[in-house]
């Protein structure tokens, strides 16, 4: 038996492959399958079934294609319907696989039809739960992501709780939890870095999983703090149930190279998008006026998916050269499928061709500071609200990035504003996007709040109204 986590950081997820005695089973595969296929090849294997632990809202899951590629089955749990042939699986039914078993415990909460599957090892022995959104480590599944569903999140969250007790909590405390994200992911509030754990450790570890807790509190603790989700999640959750285009005509379509009369046609009357994903210190130097700057290295799917609103928005790319497949792939993987192209020597031949560039003010932590201290100065944090909470420099303003769009009128185009996040990345991109709504005045501030952390700027921390005397 072989259990293999695939991990993708971008996306805080992991997909699994199980294989015994020539045959395999993925679970909650991304949207590129070649991974999948190339590893049951080189062990002379066959990949039998693709087990969705739920309708996934934070990415478009690979199945459909990889169904097709290789004649596997694809199973869910109880309650799925979708508009492509599965097995809609029974609670309890078990899968075989070479020498194992696989049980499926229907474990609605996250969504209605969420799964866990039971891994049986070659001696009957209960080894592993792969437990998708249900349970993480150190937390549980968001119970308000479930597509087109009449059940409330209090609903769901009562469901969760019985699920966790009646099918998990059961389970032996020596049986290896292997959840589908880990921290960073906005599919729970409290996820752990660690990707794996015992199941014995988690019931004495994480807070959902307490044997004192009742319905009430367990659906007061789940439900509260829990942020909007990001806007693509119920489209890309709707995406899974429905089906999609193949990555194969994805990829071919959004990998090609286009000279700079052609950008700059397909950007100025085509509506296209330009996407530079670059790093910030390069767009800010130089950039093609009213590109938007999402860079590749960092939790590049989630935010595209969150800041750009239309799934179906034409998207042309600024690559540093060698990378336009992975971006291609990874705007896929969230299910923005019509990228057309790419400036063929990147921001090089736009330069070399006479064109505009724009360019973004940025300072180190130190000449901020110097500003700060010379007298008022507007600042945007653009961090998260808790973030914001736990501390910020004195008197700034908490613009999150995450809404923006809901959020531009809240930003005074009289005033210069100088921008900041955690390290630098999100700042970059809040800068981009204003700068593509004709809002110029602005400054970013490099190294982010952690640079200016090591500053004498005042800071001050949150402090909930209640306590004050």
């Given amino acids: 038996m072989k259990i293999e986590q695939i991990y993708t950081g971008c996306l805080a997820q992991g997909a699994y492959y199980i294989e015994s005695d020539g045959e395999v089973a993925i679970i909650d595969p991304l949207r590129e399958t070649a991974p999948y296929q190339q590893r049951a090849k080189e062990n002379g294997s066959k990949i039998k079934y693709i087990f969705e632990t739920h309708f996934h809202a934070d990415f478009v899951s690979g199945h459909v294609d990889l169904a097709a590629k290789t004649g596997a089955k694809i199973v869910y749990g109880p309650g799925a319907k979708t508009e492509y042939d599965i097995h809609e699986a029974k609670d309890g039914e078990v899968f075989h696989l070479g020498k194992v078993q696989i049980k499926v415990l229907h474990t609605p909460g996250h969504t209605p039809e969420s799964s866990t599957y039971l891994l049986i090892d070659e001696n009957g022995k209960e080894h592993a739960i792969f437990s998708g959104d249900t349970l993480f480590i150190g937390d549980v599944g968001r119970p308000d992501l479930a597509v087109k569903s009449d059940l409330s999140r209090e609903d769901l ?105 052609t950008f700059e046609a397909m950007a100025n009357h085509e509506g296209a998008i330009v996407l530079d994903t670059r790093q910030p210190a390069a767009f800010a130097e130089a950039h093609i006026p009213n590109s938007i700057f999402i860079g590749i290295d ?162 001050t921390d949150y402090v909930c109204p209640s306590t004050l005397k």
């Fill in 298 to 459: 960092g939790s590049f799917a989630p935010w595209v998916g969150a800041l750009i609103p239309d799934l179906n928005q034409p998207i042309i790319i600024v690559a540093e050269h060698g990378r336009e497949e992975e971006i291609v792939t990874r705007l896929a993987r969230v299910g923005y499928d019509n990228t057309l192209g790419y400036l063929e020597g990147g921001i090089e031949t736009w330069i070399e061709a006479g064109k505009e560039t724009d360019s973004v003010e940025s300072i180190p932590a130190t000449e901020f500071a110097g500003r700060f201290n010379a007298g008022k100065i507007n600042v945007m944090d653009v961090r998260k609200p808790s973030e914001f909470q736990a501390e910020h420099v004195e008197d700034a303003e908490n613009i999150p990035l995450d809404f923006i769009n809901e959020n531009m009128d809240k930003i005074d185009n009289e005033k210069h504003y100088y921008l900041h996040c955690a390290g630098g990345y999100r700042s970059m991109i809040m800068a981009s996007i204003l700068k593509s709504r004709g809002i110029h005045d602005i400054t970013d501030v490099a190294g982010g709040f952690s640079a200016i952390a090591k500053t004498e700027v005042p800071k």
């Fill in 157 to 261: 969250a009562g469901m969760l709780y019985e699920s966790l007790r009646t099918k998990i909590m059961t389970l032996p405390d020596d049986v290896v939890v292997y959840p589908a994200h880990g921290a960073g992911s906005a599919c729970g509030k409290n996820m752990s870095k660690e990707t794996t754990d015992l199941l014995g450790n988690q019931k004495k570890t994480n807070y959902a999983l307490r044997a004192d807790m009742s319905k009430e509190e367990f659906i007061k603790e789940v439900t509260e703090g829990i942020l909007p989700p990001p806007q693509y999640f119920a489209k890309n959750a709707m995406i899974n149930k429905t089906g999609y285009d193949s990555i194969d005509s994805v990829l071919e379509k959004g990998t090609v190279p286009l000279n700079v009369e």
